[in-house]
């Protein structure tokens, strides 16, 4: 949700004609349809899942996972607490089944504690509308989405004294299936990323060998989804587009 508005402004910036269309889906869902050669691109976090499929892969934004609560919540007027402090407050949190969810309840796991149970499951907008409500709810957010909201104050970060981790943020695609819609839109995605993160992302920096997650230590901490292109979809169905046509959903739970 940070890098896909840039990254479709961009795209049209070059390419206006290009008709856009966004769903929401789960990232395992994502990743099932991409084997079977209905996407030409997938927008998402780089795990170890998305590294062992047979399609070219790019990092492009360091991501880590932040506990969030609105301005006036009891957690952030004191001073940095534990995971085990958070466990009495109602959650708002994503669907078990998508990798923000697996990965947050992982980090209180590696603590010998059970992970918060929500009182409300959603996706990012239901997520922030809640905590706009004035109710000490907490919540996750990636470190980049918190930059994002932070200056409206309905997502400020509650300090912990445990780093939750996230797989880095970037881009799937078979080369085989690409076309100049699919590449304009990777180009779009590389330059939404750079400005998203500034010099973090410097080739520079990569040929010291160093990791996005490195990189991220010199400049502040960061959406899944994906495009599809005409040229992809099954014969029936490139009818239902216009000429020109790409489809980008993005994960439900992000």
Request: with cysteine; aromatic share 6%.
């Amino acid at each position: 949700r940070v890098l896909l508005p840039g990254a479709i402004s961009r795209l049209h910036g070059g390419r206006p004609g290009v008709f856009v269309a966004v769903t929401e889906a789960p990232q395992p869902q994502l990743l099932e349809m991409m084997c079977r050669c209905e996407l030409d691109v997938l927008f998402a976090a780089i795990g170890p899942d998305v590294r062992q499929l047979p399609f070219s892969v790019e990092p492009l934004l360091p991501s880590s996972i932040q506990i969030v609560a609105r301005r006036d919540h009891p957690l952030l007027q004191g001073q940095t607490c534990r995971l085990e402090d958070t466990l009495t407050w109602p959650w708002i949190l994503p669907p078990t089944d998508s990798v923000m969810r697996g990965a947050f309840n992982d980090a209180y796991a590696r603590q010998g504690l059970p992970p918060p149970q929500a009182r409300v499951v959603g996706n990012t907008s239901v997520r922030m509308q809640l905590l706009a409500c004035g109710r000490d709810y907490l919540s996750i957010l990636t470190a980049m989405e918190v930059r994002l909201y932070a200056p409206d104050g309905f997502a400020l970060r509650v300090p912990v004294d445990t780093v939750i981790s996230f797989p880095d943020i970037g881009i799937v695609w078979s080369p085989d299936h690409s076309g100049p819609i699919v590449e304009s839109f990777l180009e779009a995605a590389r330059a939404a990323a750079r400005e998203a993160h500034g010099s973090a992302y410097h080739p520079a920096l990569e040929e010291r060998g160093l990791t996005l997650q490195e990189r991220s230590a010199l400049w502040e901490r960061c959406l899944p989804g994906q495009l599809r292109s005409r040229s992809c979809l099954p014969a029936a169905s490139r009818r239902s587009l216009p000429q020109g046509g790409i489809h980008v959903p993005c994960e439900a739970a992000g």
